[in-house]
């Protein structure tokens, strides 16, 4: 966290102290924090997170300073071919203030001399010796077409070979950029048709919030889109947007219902979420669970699902409680032990609740036979006396 306090103290110098003085320390500041995540461990991401916090004021810092653009070019150049680390990028459209016109001139012509020297990639690009090189050769063929605000150049760098549905995602986001939402719009619902499925849901409501901000779509087109998606990808997740455009629009859900639920139902865990995390319906979610057979080692979703059902009828949910305990003990660790002590524990809670003697006998009986059948697990016996159970 110092390293943030760090930065928190640079942003809030650049109003009022002097922009060279600024500029100055950030640069410092930059260059010893590369250093530092080049040989820590940040499995914790705050390294890296404060890295890319300078890294954005960078070229801000650079700008107010009038920093020499042919200094700066040289800086930039070094540290994405020569660098300490390979993992962070510079952008020139955020530079090309502190550049200015001749700076990028120059700034293209150093990249033109490494792409002159390396060669074009190879179309096993992870065989070639300059991989690197071939990787920021293209990112700043992207974000000089951005700047460019070249829409072509943009399609052309971003798209690629349009295989996946990222490449379709980064074209839209760019061309966002440069004020294109018409072509960006048709872009992301390209996209959204396009393996893999979470690249696919990025490009799907990229698109709807494309339309969601031209005058010319409402509420209606929104709802289009997110069935589209929904036939398309049929989910949980594409389920719930669907349900929120038709309340948006004023539908009655009750016209798609049976549909949706019907187009779910080839996967049980997305009908069973959906119906209990959207339409908040623990009936039926249960209903569904068992009509369409949800499959019982999908503990989170049971679990889920019994939690939600408890409010309706307790001593239903104890088989599944019970089978979830049995299959937490199946680790031999205590973090499991904690965790099926905890539900054994609120089953016993559950069983006093229904003030039946036989509920209450039933759950103790299952807590009698887990204790005997794992009589050499210590650590198990300790965890049941911990949650006080009997």
Excluded at 151 to 161: E, G, L, N, P, Y
Excluded at 207 to 230: C, E, K, M, N, T
Excluded at 285 to 292: C, S
Excluded at 297 to 307: F, P, Q, R, V, Y
Aim: proline share 5%; charged share 25%.
């Amino acid at each position: 966290m110092v390293m943030h306090e760090a930065v928190d103290l640079l942003e809030q110098a650049m109003p009022t102290r002097d922009p060279v003085e600024v500029h100055a320390v950030t640069h410092k500041a930059l260059t010893s924090a590369i250093k530092v995540i080049a040989r820590a461990d940040d499995s914790s991401g705050v390294i890296g997170d404060a890295c890319r916090r300078l890294l954005a004021l960078h070229p801000r810092t650079a700008a107010a300073a009038s920093t020499p653009p042919g200094r700066l070019v040289d800086w930039m150049i070094a540290f994405q071919f020569d660098g300490d680390v390979d993992y962070f990028e510079l952008d020139p459209v955020a530079y090309a203030p502190a550049l200015g016109a001749d700076g990028i001139t120059a700034y293209r012509h150093r990249l033109g001399e490494i792409q002159v020297r390396v060669g074009d990639p190879p179309a096993d690009r992870l065989a070639s010796s300059h991989r690197h090189e071939h990787w920021v050769l293209s990112w700043n063929e992207q974000r000089l077409a951005v700047l460019d605000r070249d829409a072509d150049a943009v399609i052309r760098t971003h798209a690629r070979d349009r295989r996946i549905a990222r490449w379709f995602h980064d074209t839209a986001v760019a061309l966002v950029e440069i004020d294109r939402v018409d072509l960006a719009t048709s872009w992301a619902r390209q996209g959204a048709g396009i393996n893999p499925f979470h690249q696919a849901q990025e490009c799907a409501d990229l698109w709807v919030s494309l339309l969601d901000q031209q005058p010319g779509y409402d509420a209606d087109d929104i709802l289009a889109a997110r069935r589209s998606v929904f036939d398309r990808w049929p989910t949980d997740s594409t389920a719930a947007r669907l349900h929120d455009a038709a309340t948006a629009a004023g539908r009655a859900w009750a016209d798609i219902d049976d549909d949706v639920i019907d187009r779910l139902a080839q996967q049980p865990r997305d009908a069973v979420s959906f119906a209990l995390g959207t339409l908040r319906d623990p009936r039926r979610a249960w209903q569904l669970a068992h009509d369409l057979g949800l499959d019982p080692d999908d503990n989170h979703t049971w679990g889920t699902l019994a939690t939600a059902y408890e409010a309706i009828d307790p001593p239903a949910t104890f088989p599944v409680h019970a089978r979830i305990v049995e299959s937490d003990l199946t680790h031999a660790d205590a973090r499991h032990y904690r965790d099926a002590a905890r539900r054994l524990a609120g089953m016993r809670t559950l069983a006093a609740g229904t003030s039946d003697q036989e509920h209450i006998d039933h759950v103790d009986r299952l807590i009698a036979d887990l204790r005997l059948t794992h009589r050499r697990r210590p650590r198990l016996q300790q965890e049941f006396n911990r949650a006080h159970l009997p």
